[in-house]
């Protein structure tokens, strides 16, 4: 198994992406710790996780606050002793145009997204630098970060941030054995995109910016998640790994 003896951190793990990038690490081997704001999805996906011969502990909380980031990283430490791979997933997309965008918002997006990544992301290297420990880093942006998208400034601009923050710490940490990558999916089904999709005319269009003429599966984010996790990726540091069934292309 890849990540047999692993200890996964997984925000945003109750949901979409981050629920799919957990099961396919469980089902690697890794005893999984997964956060986020909802106790009842969180407890579903957990279901899931042990039923499929998974170890799975769930965790409340609100990765803009810095208490609740420690309580959470706290937590996994005192259950398995240390982290060894950190998916940093959780995050919003409120699509508004620029000129409609409340200042409350993008702090809102710029908190949650960016703000959130730093925290989380800066506690866990800490801990695994405390323990002299390699590890992995991988933060979940966007193809947003490397193009822009009309009506989506702060989420454009936050997932940017993301993308310069992964190099950022690539750099510091590579001496310390602590790889740091960012994943960028395209347009992948979840809750967020569900509307989108089940309008027939719009999808119908939407699905002219992408060159494989699909919509993405959380599934397939998951298989990238976890060849970063993983030693296939042990010379990749610093990269933003782009899963959009070429969208890109046409985006830049």
């Not at 502990?57 to 609100?62: F, G, H, R, V």
Request: charged letters at 20%; aromatic letters at 4%; hydrophobic letters at 40%.
């Amino acid at each position: 198994m890849r990540l047999d003896n692993h200890i996964a951190l997984i925000t945003g793990g109750s949901l979409g992406i981050g629920r799919a990038i957990a099961l396919r690490f469980a089902g690697e081997g890794a005893k999984v710790a997964i956060s986020g704001r909802g106790r009842a999805s969180l407890e579903e996906a957990a279901v899931v996780i042990r039923e499929q011969g998974g170890e799975v502990l769930t965790l409340e909380s609100d990765v803009q606050d810095q208490e609740q980031v420690n309580g959470m990283i706290d937590c996994v430490l005192e259950k398995w002793g240390r982290i060894d791979v950190l998916v940093h997933n959780a995050g919003i997309n409120n699509p508004t145009p620029f000129l409609d965008i409340t200042v409350e918002e993008w702090d809102r997006h710029i908190n949650i997204n960016l703000k959130g990544t730093f925290l989380v992301a800066q506690r866990v290297c800490r801990e695994m630098t405390k323990r002299q420990q390699k590890g992995s880093v991988v933060l979940m942006s966007s193809v947003n970060g490397l193009a822009a998208e009309a009506d989506l400034a702060h989420y454009n601009a936050s997932k940017g941030g993301m993308n310069m923050l992964a190099m950022s710490m690539a750099l510091e940490l590579a001496p310390l054995g602590i790889r740091v990558n960012s994943l960028c999916p395209g347009f992948i089904e979840t809750r967020l995109t569900k509307p989108l999709i089940d309008n027939e005319p719009a999808i119908k269009e939407y699905l002219r910016t992408i060159p494989m003429g699909r919509v993405g599966q959380p599934e397939e984010i998951a298989d990238a998640a976890l060849f970063l996790a993983s030693e296939e990726s042990r010379y990749i540091t610093g990269h933003c790994m782009v899963v959009d069934g070429g969208q890109i292309i046409k985006l830049s």
